[in-house]
Nanobody, 119 residues
Framework: QVQLVESGGGLVQAGGSLRLSCAASGRTFSSYAMGWFRQAPGKEREFVGIITRSGGNPNYADSVKGRFTISRDNAKNTVYLQMNSLKPEDTAVYYC????????????WGQGTQVTVSS
């Protein structure tokens, strides 16, 4: 069982930056690829990006590529989402999720953290 807790959300002006953190419980954090998702009001959940178990080769949605960076610290059981050049359309609840080695879906989800970007 893995529990995920996001933090770092808030209100920021367009063009600003935020860094989200996702802290995981348990000793098997490094066994999971970690993804970030977001969901805006009235919209479906959207993939933001994913980082491998070792922290290499992050992949991003086109909508955030070049602005967002995912990293992880396996010693701290934490994954990060650095968000720069934020736009009002980035406003959403952001979720982290863990995907096991043999899983095709994400096994565990956090509760989400709100990010609001004002114009």
């Amino acid at each position: 069982q893995v529990q995920l807790v996001e933090s770092g959300g808030g209100l920021v002006q367009a063009g600003g930056s935020l860094r989200l953190s996702c802290a995981a419980s348990g000793r098997t954090f490094s066994s999971y690829a970690m993804g970030w998702f977001r969901q805006a009001p009235g919209k479906e959940r959207e993939f933001v990006g994913i980082i491998t178990r070792s922290g290499g080769n992050p992949n991003y949605a086109d909508s955030v590529k070049g602005r967002f960076t995912i990293s992880r610290d396996n010693a701290k059981n934490t994954v990060y989402l650095q968000m720069n050049s934020l736009k009002p359309e980035d406003t959403a609840v952001y979720y982290c999720a863990a995907r096991g080695v043999y899983s095709t879906n994400y096994d565990y989800w956090g509760q989400g953290t709100q990010v609001t970007v004002s114009s």
